[in-house]
């Protein structure tokens, strides 16, 4: 079955980056985009962009552009999403969601991550 | 940039009893809408896509309606189960930035 497994909690302080994974198994890693969305506590979804593992070409969210960065490796069927110049206003929980392609509904999601950013 | 707006924000609902649950589109989104489920902690989960289809294992007490800018997710026979924030999700527009209603929380 698919299963998009992420990488545990962080916690940064502001101005730094954090780096979290998503490991896609259960299904060709080719064939789905994999998006990243992010949830403050207590609030609604938020996406930031997405990744075809097909080459890696990428979207961001305008707002998130110049300090978002995701990233894929084939060989291990892993995406990662790097966010910089973190401020208190990006501690979320962040998911990776796969879908089949553009113009699809998002199938699968990961388990969520906790970043956390206080000084 | 389309608008995607959700009512209410909250609804109280009986075990056993309907719910019906709102989401509006700033313009025509045609059929490409989804609902997710999303109980406390947890991820947010695929009910229904293109409007009114249920994605895989997803009781038959979950439906969905509507086309163009508005559309309706209905729950029957409410379980305590059922207490969650339910998001609507449009995917007419790609990529799909500022997709999601602000979410209905629904309390059984």
């Known amino acids: 079955q698919v299963q998009l497994v992420q990488s545990g909690a962080e916690v940064k302080k502001p101005g730094a980056s954090v780096r979290v994974s998503c490991k896609a198994s259960g299904y060709t890693f080719n064939t789905y985009y994999m998006h990243w969305v992010r949830q403050a506590p207590g609030q609604g979804l938020e996406w930031m962009g997405l990744i075809n593992p097909s080459g890696g070409s990428t979207t961001y969210a305008q707002r998130l552009q110049g300090r978002v960065t995701m990233t894929r490796n084939t060989s291990t069927t892993t995406v990662y999403m790097e966010l910089s110049s973190l401020r208190s206003e990006d501690t979320a929980v962040y998911y990776c969601a796969s879908n089949s392609g553009s113009y699809r509904p998002f199938d699968y999601w990961g388990q969520g991550t906790l970043v956390t950013v206080s000084s | ?108």
């Open chain 2, 1 to 108: 940039e389309i608008v995607m707006t959700q009512s209410p924000a909250t609804l109280s609902v009986s075990p056993g009893e309907r719910a019906t649950l709102s989401c509006r589109a700033s313009q025509s989104v045609s059929s490409n809408l989804a609902w997710y489920q999303q109980k406390p902690g947890q991820a947010p989960r695929l009910l229904i896509y293109g409007a009114s289809t249920r994605a895989t294992g997803i009781p038959a007490r979950f439906s969905g309606s509507g086309s163009g800018t508005e559309f309706t997710l209905s729950i029957t026979s409410l379980q305590s189960e059922d207490s969650a924030v339910y998001y609507c999700q449009q995917y007419n527009n790609w990529p799909p930035e500022d997709t999601f209603g602000q979410g209905t929380k629904l309390q059984i």
